[in-house]
């Protein structure tokens, strides 16, 4: 089974630490994504991966990095950590289309900033 | 742009019987796909079912079936004879381009909350 793993399950930080989100995935996927997750606004692309050190900003990437340098590994960074930030973060990781692109998901990372 | 569209924020279905969930989209590909995925309140993501642009036929997995209309751009997912365990939340995704290049996003709409009733 495909597995996709999400350092945190819960995190709190502090407004302005440097906080970094990672995520695993265990099925040599080229492409992996950060989502956020808020009520009434659904998950919502941070940035996209679709090779090792290949990037493209998602709808909103504002206040987050990200840093690709292994397949298997991507990690989402809050240079500032914001209120605002508080969110579910959600990783996922598909294989690249034409092939099948059914995306994989972690468990979640409850992120709250204080 | 591509943009999805989930106009049900919310949604009761007594058991038993079919629901229908509304999805529309917006691209300006030929080759795109689509998805539905499902969010207990435990919170993992559920891959349900798939279309591709170019399948002809509505795509069927079990009591999900995707009625597929190109003309209209709409996917509304059909989930038949509701049971308790298909309370959750219910997301409509698209990628573009699947022939065309490396950068094909992910997007997903903002859901629907399915309740179902005994």
């Known amino acids: 089974d495909v597995k996709v793993t999400q350092s945190s399950r819960y995190l709190v930080k502090r407004t302005g630490e440097k906080v970094f989100l990672e995520c695993v995935q265990d099925m040599d996927h080229e492409n992996m994504f950060w989502y956020r997750q808020d009520p009434g606004l659904g998950l919502r692309l941070i940035y996209f991966s679709y090779d090792v050190k290949m990037k493209e900003k998602g709808d909103i990437p504002e206040g987050y990095s990200v840093s690709r340098e292994k397949k298997e590994r991507f990690s989402l960074i809050l240079e500032s950590a914001s209120t605002n930030q508080t969110s579910m973060y959600l990783c996922?990781?598909?294989?690249?289309?034409?092939?099948?692109?059914?995306?994989?998901f972690g468990q979640g990372t409850r992120l709250t900033v204080v | 742009a591509q943009k999805i569209t989930q106009t049900q924020p919310g949604m009761f279905v007594q058991e038993k019987e079919a629901v229908t969930l509304d999805c529309t989209y917006d691209t300006s590909d030929q080759s795109y796909g689509l998805f539905w995925y499902k969010q207990p309140s435990s919170g993992e993501m559920i891959f349900l079912i798939y279309q591709g642009s170019y399948d002809e036929q509505n795509a069927t997995e079990g009591r999900y079936s995707l009625n597929f209309q190109k003309a209209r751009k709409s996917a509304n997912l059909v989930i038949s004879a509701s049971q308790l365990g298909d309370s959750a939340m219910y997301f409509c995704a698209m990628r573009e381009a699947l022939y065309g290049g490396a950068t094909n996003k992910l997007i997903f709409g903002t859901g629907t909350l399915l309740a179902v009733q005994p």
């Open positions: 996922a990781s598909s294989l690249p289309p034409p092939r099948n692109t059914e995306a994989f």
